[in-house]
């Protein structure tokens, strides 16, 4: 095995980190506390507090103008992509659910970039097959259902334009992935995609222990 070369991050470094990162503004704070409060036992969903910020990072790092999203939930992480956006970028948001999607839409409006978003509600795989064909995807951020993941990454890896990217959350699946015996739920599914994606010769892929562990990819060429 080798070293473990990670400096383990305790409550304290975390909030050290926190602290250094860009500050959730009041609509990002207001749906934090909303998602808490109305949904507590879903809250779990919502990505980190570190995580709005690297999307908005990647998204202006990249000149990112066409964002796909797979699982909008409350909507934090359209929301952080949205604002990073230039005015004339649109970010296409997937989602089954009109409730939780409901308080994204809010978001969005209050924040000012509803005019850069499009929900739409239905099963993501039908809604990726349903798009063009041909590369144009600029950045794509997964976070829906663990099963669905291998099927995603196929319908969005050729819609990717060259060098575009794919963020992938929850590669840990809070540490289930270690789990070899398991062959069924979600740490086995996600260790399948993990393979699949690490596997792909299309794509360069990065492995980062941020939150539940988030998987950078990018298309070759
Ligand atoms: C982990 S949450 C997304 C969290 C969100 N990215 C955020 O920042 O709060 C997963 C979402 O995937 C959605 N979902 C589950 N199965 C789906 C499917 N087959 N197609 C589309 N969305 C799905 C759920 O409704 C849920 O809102």
Do not use: C
């Not at 990072?57 to 103008?65: C, N």
């Not at 270690?178 to 299309?202: K, M, P, V, Y």
């Not at 980062?208 to 950078?216: E, Y």
């Amino acid at each position: 095995m080798p070293a473990f070369e990670n400096t383990p991050v305790t409550p304290e470094l975390y909030a050290y980190v926190l602290a250094h990162n860009p500050q959730p503004d009041p609509v990002q704070q207001g749906l934090v506390e909303t998602t808490r409060a109305l949904f507590p036992d879903d809250a779990v969903m919502q990505i980190a507090q570190t995580q709005g910020p690297l999307l908005a990072f990647l998204v202006r790092l990249t000149g990112a103008r066409h964002i796909v999203e797979v699982g909008t939930f409350t909507g934090m992480s359209s929301l952080s992509m949205a604002q990073a956006l230039p005015e004339d970028g649109r970010l296409i948001a997937l989602d089954v659910s009109e409730e939780w999607t409901a308080h994204a839409r809010e978001a969005w409006a209050k924040a000012g970039v509803a005019d850069r978003v499009e929900l739409r509600i239905g099963p993501a795989l039908e809604s990726l097959r349903a798009m063009p064909a041909e590369p144009h995807i600029d950045l794509a951020f997964l976070d829906a259902n663990k099963d669905g993941y291998v099927d995603y990454w196929e319908e969005l890896v050729p819609r990717l334009r060259p060098g575009g990217l794919i963020v992938v959350d929850n590669v840990f699946m809070f540490g289930e992935v270690l789990d070899t015996s398991a062959t069924s739920g979600r740490g086995a599914d996600i260790r399948r995609f993990n393979e699949h994606a690490a596997a792909d010769e299309r794509m360069e892929s990065v492995m980062l222990t941020i939150a539940d562990g988030v998987t950078l990819a990018r298309k070759k060429g």
